[in-house]
């Protein structure tokens, strides 16, 4: 009896980490961070994103604009929960190489039906979806 208590509490704080989210992290931007290690204001954050929208006229910057959106998906489904925040791994794989070791059929097979522990629909959206798989597949970690 006591090892189903410990395994139930065990899946509840994995389910509780995988899906949990922290909402005061709403409307700020992780890579919105200046020399000192301090988060940039609000504003300047999104006049930053006016001028990469902007920026987004030829293939370069539709591309800039994908990993952007990839990396927005990213930070809103928690992915760095178990990811970490710069890819490096923590409960889950590291993904700074996973450009490497996955094709982009593999990569978007793992995100919609999971497996090995990663939880299958995180990312729904097919845009989002696209941008997310061609970002991971840039991850080569060179």
Avoid at 34 to 62: P, R, Y
Wanted: glycine share 14%; with cysteine; proline share 2%.
């Amino acid at each position: 009896m006591k090892k189903f208590w410990i395994l139930m509490s065990f899946a509840m704080v994995l389910v509780l980490g995988a899906c949990g989210g922290n909402s005061s992290d709403e409307g700020t931007d992780p890579d919105a961070v200046d020399e000192t290690g301090t988060e940039q204001s609000e504003e300047s954050t999104e006049e930053s994103t006016e001028e990469e929208s902007s920026s987004e006229e030829g293939d370069s910057g539709a591309a800039a604009g994908d990993a952007q959106l990839a990396q927005e998906v990213y930070q809103q489904n928690n992915c760095m929960g178990c990811h970490g925040q710069n890819l490096e791994g923590g409960s889950g794989p590291a993904l700074t190489d996973v450009g490497s070791r996955l094709s982009e059929d593999e990569i978007r097979t793992r995100i919609e039906e999971g497996g090995d522990g990663m939880p299958a629909g995180l990312v729904t959206d097919e845009e989002e979806l696209d941008a997310v798989v061609q970002w991971l597949s840039s991850q080569t970690g060179e």
